[in-house]
Every structure is written in structure tokens, then in C-alpha cells.
């Protein structure tokens, strides 16, 4: 029996050794990588913010500004999202915001509120040369700037095309949770000890790579700023505030002369869900009060951007005029 429990406790701490050897492993290997990744030329225009950088990638020319904004965790919006925005940027000009803590930003290490995010994202698209008014494209967690912009500041939000947004309302009657919660700050923890390099299909969409509308070195530059940003301090307080975020959004009257196009994505293994029709009904309930909305089923995951570009262009154009 004692020889059993010496060969167990042997066993064990064997085991205990080499997790802490491949973790110490795997953290000098992902700062060594950070340090390769951080020489990397930026694509767009830095603006400054007390020695901090947001950047914002700004292509094609036109009457009309279509801003995009990026959903959370889209760690490098500017490749990303670019099978969708080149459509836009054919006959109009966009700029893609990359918030703090995105793409070729900085990391601002500040709590994330609504405030906060809106003024720096007013003052990069300003400062880069896109001045107001604009079309906003937001997607996923955007959605709450984006109808938040709307409500602040109405004479500098023509429209809205929302890209299967959350709507302000719902991230404040489905408050993240205590599991949820800690979720998000555990997978905080294992990203800076380098443990996402492990896991490359969590760190970017495999999607992106599997298009064309990368180049090989885009696509590349990619995936090195996925691992660089990915769930970093800005990324995780953003979804720690979406309560408190949607809060503010929800005490102010509706933007009622704000015209928006939901974009409702749908999956087919998703098409039945309780949470899918609930979206559904959020969205239509939300377009009512309004005096001009409309809320389009578009097949494809919740990256609905790398599904339906083309469709979503037509329909965005369409809806405008």
C-alpha cells in the first residue's frame, strides 16, 4: 500500500511538473511571438490618445460614410471584415474602427463604458478625416454604440445597417451571470499565460482563411494580430460592462428618426431555437417603434459578413434610397 501511494504521489507530481514546464513553455513562446508581431505596418491611421493609438482604415470615396463596427472578440476587424466592406467601398467610402484593444490598437487597459468607447470612436473617425454624418455597420455587441450613437448624438447618424446586433435591451434583461462571468475572466487568465497558441480555431475564424478576399500575406498578418489581441483586458471588460453598457442605452428615448436595417442572421441548426425566435421578435418589436426600420432573415451564422456579402450590400443600398 505505501509503495502504491509513494508511486502515486511520484506520478503526480511528475504530472504537476511538466504542466508548469509546458506553461512556462508556452508563455516565452507567445511573448516572443507578441514581440515579432508588434513590428508589424499598420493598415490605416493611428489616432493618439494620451500616447495610446486607435486605428482606423479608411478606403474608397463617396457622398456617403459607412463605418464599420466590429462585434466582440473580432480581434482583427480590418481583415475580417473586409470580404464585406470592399463591396461598400466600391461607390462609397467606409472607415473601419478598430476599438481599443482591436486590430492595430492599442490596448487601453481602461473599464470599457459606453461613454468612454462612443468619444473615442467620435474622435478617431474625426481626427482620421471621415467627418459626420455616417451610416453606421455595426455587428454583435456594436449594436449598443451604435444605437447608443444614435440616441446622443442624432444629426451624425443617417442610418444604421445592424449586422444580427444585440439590441441594448437585451444585454440588460439577459445579465451575464456569475459562471458566465468568470468564464470570460478565466479565459482573460489563460490568454496571457499564453494558452490560446494551442487552440488556433478559438483564436481566429477559420472561415477568413478559407475565402479569397485575403491576400496570403493578409491572411497572415491575420492570424498574427488574432493571437496578439486575442481576449485581451479591453476585449474582456467590454463584455464584463454590455450590463451596465446597455443600462445607459435603455434610460434614453428610442432614436425614433433613426432609420436601421436589422439583419437578422439565421442557422439552419439554429433556425428552431428558443433564443433564435426570441432575437426574432426583439428585433420586430424594436423596428415598430420606429419610423423607419425593417428586419430582413438572412441565412448563415451569427458572422453573417462572411456569408451574405453581397447580399447584404443589395439590401443595405436598397433600404437607403
Known sequence: MRKLLKVSKTIFFIFIAIIIFVSIAVFI??????????SF???GRSVDFNNKEI???TEGSGEDTYV??????IAAPVYELKGLYSKFAKENKIAVIERAGYGYSDVFH???DIDTILEQSRKSLMESGNTPPYYLVPHSISGIEAIYWAQKYPSEVKGIIALDIGLPHQYVTHKMGMVDSLTVRGVNILTKMGLHRLVPSAVYNPEVIRQSFLSDHEKELYKALSYKQF???DMEQEL???YSNGEKSVKLPLPKETPILFLDAIADENKDSKYTKQKNVDYEEFAQKLLKADVIKLKG????????????YDLAMEFIK
Not at 301 to 311: C, V
Request: net charge negative; charged share 30%; no cysteine.
Open 55 to 57: 486605428n482606423v482604415y
Open 301 to 312: 451564422t451569427h458572422s453573417i459578413y462572411l456569408y451574405a456579402p453581397d447580399e447584404i
Open 41 to 43: 505596418i499598420r493598415d
Open 240 to 242: 464584463l460592462q454590455s
Open 231 to 233: 481576449f485581451n483586458d
Open 68 to 73: 464599420f463596427m466590429s462585434g466582440s472578440g
Open 29 to 38: 513562446y507567445d511573448n516572443y511571438q507578441k514581440g515579432k508581431e508588434s
Open 110 to 112: 481602461d473599464d470599457r
